[in-house]
């Protein structure tokens, strides 16, 4: 299939502007942070908000809320950016945005997420960390999402604790159901980064798990579905304490972790054969 020229034109455009801007911006620093909008219009507000000529520019996709942010570490920082961002209207991972600035928004670029999280505060600083608005923890949001993910995963572990591959696989398929169904924009902010970094991972794993009756098979996608079930967990709030157990001996000695409810091991990774072998490393409050 042949790549209509259009497209490739707009493709070299766009690589050529992004290599122009960092050029002109000296002792350059780039990073990628989450931004709240929707729409074209709010990329242009973002952009406009952000950009410094020289010092500054930010490149923010819609589709996935991160923005690149690219400038002189000598002259700006991060903090000085995403205030600017704020003042205009946008929640970003550091700064909430003033209230009036948000209800000043067009119609269209008013996020959901904003109407739970916005900040109560009078102002917004540029200058001073004293005056910058920090993230709140009474954050509102579906924290039952996240049970279901986490109950599901539990669900899972238990029947591999069985040596039961086919109720593992079916227990991996109500996982990956709960899983589509998770509504990131509803997510509080350190929660919906985390999301961001490790969903796609998470969906893989299980997907794989579902499809495979062999246990063996499944115990290996297991590990990784574990490792980014923990980093989800450990930034999300849990009634009760939950305990990442680690087994020497899985995956040829490397050894493994998993999540569990219970203080006392019941090794996923063997089963019967090995029950008890592992210990609890860390305990998430």
């Known amino acids: 299939m042949k790549i209509p020229v259009f497209k490739i034109v707009m493709a070299l455009t766009l690589m050529l502007s992004f290599t122009t801007t960092s050029a002109q911006i000296k002792n350059a620093t780039i990073e990628t942070v989450l931004i709240f ?5 709010c990329k242009s507000s973002i952009e406009a908000a952000g950009n410094i000529k020289r010092r500054a520019s930010v490149d923010w996709d819609k589709d996935t809320r991160m923005a690149t942010l690219t400038y002189d570490a000598l002259q700006t920082n991060q903090d000085e950016i995403l205030k600017r961002i704020a003042l205009a209207g946008y929640n970003n991972e550091k700064y909430y945005a003033p209230e009036d600035a948000y209800s000043k928004l067009p119609e269209c670029c008013q996020y959901d997420s904003a109407k739970k999280t916005i900040a109560k505060v009078e102002a917004l600083g540029l200058n001073t960390k004293d005056d910058a608005i920090q993230n709140s923890n009474e954050e509102i949001w579906d924290a039952n999402q996240l049970k279901s993910v986490f109950d599901r995963y539990f669900s899972l572990k238990d029947a591999l604790v069985s040596s039961d591959a086919n109720t593992a696989s079916q227990s991996a398929a109500k996982l990956l159901a709960v899983l589509k169904e998770v509504k990131m924009q509803s997510l509080p902010m350190e929660v919906h980064i985390e999301w961001m970094k490790v969903s796609k991972d998470l969906i893989a794993n299980t997907l794989q798990i579902t499809t495979t009756k062999a246990i063996d098979e499944q115990r290996q996608q297991f590990m990784s579905l574990s490792k980014n079930m923990f980093s989800l967990m450990k930034v999300s709030k849990s009634e ?36 008890n072998c592992g210990k609890t490393v860390e305990t998430i409050k």
């Open 240 to 275: 009760t304490p939950i305990y990442y157990q680690f087994c020497p001996m899985a995956n040829n000695g490397k050894g493994a972790n998993w999540l569990s409810k219970e203080s006392t091991i019941k090794n996923p990774y063997y089963g019967s054969q090995m029950l």
């Open 37 to 41: 909008g929707n729409c074209d219009r």
